[in-house]
């Protein structure tokens, strides 16, 4: 039973526009968020977090947005660039043991 | 600072046989994570070390285990391979562990493969 989950496995976006990345979860004890993008070949690298007391941070180009009562956070990128293709997981913690997502694969085309 | 580092980055083993997989955090980080990906399935947690203990573990059974060096080193072993265990293997380090909350820094992987 997935407690965090991407149904989107891939989204494809024109560099210049903007991505939005979705993940919904059902766990209610978690309470902090985290964004990873994945490059082939390489470990996954951190990107932004939110933690549940907030509803949005942002970091330059991305930015995350946490909505509890919906159990969903969604990333947004702004505006998106070739080089930003990549799998992104989105990952949930209740203190203790992270749960990921199974990852959506972005397309940014020139 | 260096980054994670996984040794080796390539294995193939056949089913039976039982492996050992290292990763050296980044200097300073004391808690080192293991996950498994595998295609479809996104990352799933093994275990945690901090300071040479095992902390959390995820639900995998008892072929998965792993040790903690005093110099924050880490090994996973998996004995008695499986097909199903053909997956990438990640190591993550971070100072103080996925009880606080803090990111991972996580290495490129060690894949694995089971004929």
């Known amino acids: 039973d997935q407690q965090v989950k991407q149904n989107s496995p891939s989204l494809s976006v024109q560099e210049g526009r903007i991505s939005i990345l979705n993940c919904d979860y059902t766990?209610?004890?978690?309470?902090?968020f985290l964004w990873y993008k994945k490059y082939p070949a390489e470990g996954p690298t951190f990107l932004i977090s939110i933690s549940s007391i907030k509803d949005k941070n942002e970091d330059g180009r991305f930015t995350v947005f946490l909505n509890k009562s919906a159990k969903h956070l969604s990333l947004h990128i702004v505006p998106s660039q070739p080089g930003d293709s990549a799998v992104y997981f989105c990952?949930?913690?209740?203190?203790?043991?992270?749960?990921f997502g199974r990852g959506t694969s972005l397309i940014v085309h020139p | 600072k260096a980054g994670v580092t996984q040794t080796p980055r390539y294995l193939i083993k056949t089913r039976g046989q039982q492996v050992t997989l290292s990763c050296s955090p980044i200097?300073?980080?004391?808690?080192v994570s293991w996950y498994q990906q595998t295609p479809g399935q996104g990352l799933q947690f093994l275990f945690e070390?901090?300071?040479?203990?095992?902390?959390n573990k995820g639900n995998f059974p008892g072929r998965f285990s792993g040790r903690q060096f005093s110099n924050s080193r880490s090994e996973m072993n998996v004995s008695t391979l499986e097909l199903g265990d053909s997956a990438l293997y990640l190591c993550?380090?971070?100072?103080?562990?996925?009880?606080?909350?803090?990111?991972?820094?996580f290495g490129p992987g060690t894949r694995l493969t089971v004929l």
């Open positions: 070390y901090f300071s040479e203990t095992q902390r």
């Open positions: 993550a380090s971070s100072s103080t562990g996925t009880q606080s909350y803090n990111e991972q820094f």
């Open positions: 990952a949930a913690s209740d203190g203790y043991i992270p749960t």
């Open positions: 200097s300073g980080h004391r808690s």
């Open positions: 766990n209610s004890m978690f309470d902090y």
